[in-house]
């Protein structure tokens, strides 16, 4: 079956560093893939979103490449600020008829200090 | 434009009651997934609602049922609560403009079972 693996967290960070969250799937076929953000207390918020081989999406200065030879869509940001803090999910969600649920990841915690 | 709204924000029941968790779409979404997100995991897919009917299940016991009524409007109920079953639940909706392809997520119900 489908299924997303996320690099394991917690990850802190200091205030205008550089960040990675590296994600990879397993799919059949060619699955949309999205970031998802949840902060304190929320639900999911979609930050971004890649329905093809080599689309980028980006949103609010994050970014994330959908690579089918690698089967990833890793997430970055060049420089985070506090308010980042937050834990990310990556997601997917097939393309077959009965395949509308999205899969998600385990989700990343980070943490953003100033 | 109100997004998904979910009631209520908290529950606390005992083992072996019953709960019946509410969701209304964002408006001109006409499809509902439920999703259990326990501590610490990423979302997992319950099931999902179109034209007032289950279209798609994840791996949840008989105990987990649903209905869409024609307003497109959900209720998730779950018998014969289980410890296990606390979780904060989450609903989305998507649009047949999009191709269902993206989903959109309320803020939640946390349910304590004791």
């Known amino acids: 079956g489908n299924s997303v693996t996320q690099m394991e967290g917690p990850v802190t960070l200091s205030e205008e560093a550089f960040l990675t969250i590296n994600c990879t799937y397993t799919?059949?076929?060619?699955?949309?893939l999205f970031w998802y953000v949840q902060y304190p207390g929320e639900g999911l918020q979609l930050l971004l979103k890649?329905?093809?081989?080599?689309d980028k999406g980006s949103n609010k200065g994050f970014e994330a490449t959908y690579r089918k030879e690698t089967t990833s869509f890793h997430l970055e940001k060049g420089s985070v600020q506090v308010s980042d803090s937050a834990v990310y999910f990556c997601?997917?969600?097939?393309?077959?008829?009965?395949?509308?649920?999205?899969?998600f990841g385990q989700g990343t915690r980070l943490t953003i200090n100033p | 434009d109100a997004g998904v709204t979910q009631s209520p924000t908290h529950l606390i029941k005992t083992r072996g009651q019953q709960v019946t968790l509410r969701c209304s779409p964002k408006s001109g979404h006409d499809t509902v997934s439920w999703y259990q997100q326990a501590l610490g995991q990423g979302p997992q897919f319950i099931f999902q609602?179109?034209?007032?009917?289950?279209?798609q299940r994840g791996n949840f016991p008989d105990r987990f049922s649903g209905h869409q009524f024609p307003n497109y409007s959900s209720e998730l109920n779950v018998n014969a609560l289980l410890l296990g079953d606390s979780a904060l639940y989450l609903c989305?909706?998507?649009?047949?403009?999009?191709?269902?392809?993206?989903?959109?997520f309320g803020a939640g119900t946390r349910l304590s079972v004791l």
């Open positions: 989305a909706s998507s649009d047949p403009g999009t191709g269902r392809n993206i989903q959109y």
């Open positions: 799919a059949t076929g060619y699955p949309s």
């Open positions: 890649a329905t093809k081989a080599d």
């Open positions: 609602y179109y034209e007032e009917e289950e279209r």
């Open positions: 997601a997917l969600r097939g393309r077959s008829q009965g395949a509308q649920k999205l899969v």
